[in-house]
T-cell receptor
Framework: EAGVAQSPRYKIIEKRQSVAFWCNPI?????LYWYQQILGQGPKLLIQ????????DSQLPKDRFSAERLKGVDSTLKIQPAKLEDSAVYLC??????????????FGPGTRLTVL | GESVGLHLPTLSVQEGDNSIINCAYS??????FIWYKQESGKGPQFIID?????DKRQGQRVTVLLNKTVKHLSLQIAATQPGDSAVYFC??????????FGTGTQLKVEL
């Protein structure tokens, strides 16, 4: 079974530029998550989708971050404009059963963003 | 909200010894706990989980212990191998599948 796919793996941009990340979850997984992992810290949830609807975006900086999952499968996360403090690894995860707290989340390899 | 913390940022063990990584959580309503392993350049990898109605669960070479009284859980790795070197995160959820991660413990296996 293929895992969660993410691209690109690395991205370097200058502050105030925009950037987009792509995620393809495991086939059939209803729930998709975007996390931000700053160096030396654990992942922090940015947004959670169930199918193509947003379940939780309470920690998403909505003035600069946006995410969509239009067809309920793959998803994009965008940052515009980027700030230095956005430098982090952006992880995508998916889980099979929506709304179940014990459903395992499977993570992709992440996109490492460096903002100069 | 939930906060999750690991007791030690770094743990060094000799190959073949047992490793114990500890974690504390704050929310007594948390009902599901997971340990993830993260190798350099990779995403977190599921190791083992435990529900709040259990106090112990065993996997292959790994055991998770949950003490709800003191809001503490631990990950035990038997016969630690060089391939176990990674950062280990505990995570807790209190419903709706929202995970709160701790800061991670770097496990270093010395030959």
């Amino acid at each position: 079974e293929a895992g969660v796919a993410q691209s690109p793996r690395y991205k370097i941009i200058e502050k105030r530029q925009s950037v987009a990340f792509w995620c393809n979850p495991i086939s059939g997984h209803a729930t998709l998550y975007w996390y931000q992992q700053i160096l030396g810290q654990g992942p922090k949830l940015l947004i959670q989708f169930q199918n193509n609807g947003v379940v939780d975006d309470s920690q998403l900086p909505k003035d600069r971050f946006s995410a969509e999952r239009l067809k309920g499968v793959d998803s994009t996360l965008k940052i515009q404009p980027a700030k230095l403090e956005d430098s982090a690894v952006y992880l995508c995860a998916s889980s099979l059963v929506p709304g179940i707290s014990t459903d395992t989340q499977y993570f992709g390899p992440g996109t490492r963003l460096t903002v100069l | 909200g939930e906060s999750v913390g690991l007791h030690l940022p770094t743990l060094s063990v000799q190959e073949g010894d047992n490793s114990i990584i500890n974690c504390a959580y704050s929310n007594s309503a948390s009902d599901y706990f997971i340990w993830y392993k993260q190798e350099s350049g990779k995403g977190p990898q599921f190791i083992i989980d435990i529900r709040s109605n259990m106090d112990k669960r065993q996997g292959q070479r790994v055991t998770v212990l949950l003490n709800k009284t003191v809001k503490h859980l631990s990950l035990q790795i038997a016969a630690t191998q060089p391939g176990d070197s990674a950062v280990y995160f505990c995570a807790a959820t209190g419903g709706g599948n929202k995970l709160t991660f701790g800061t991670g413990t770097q496990l270093k296996v010395e030959l």
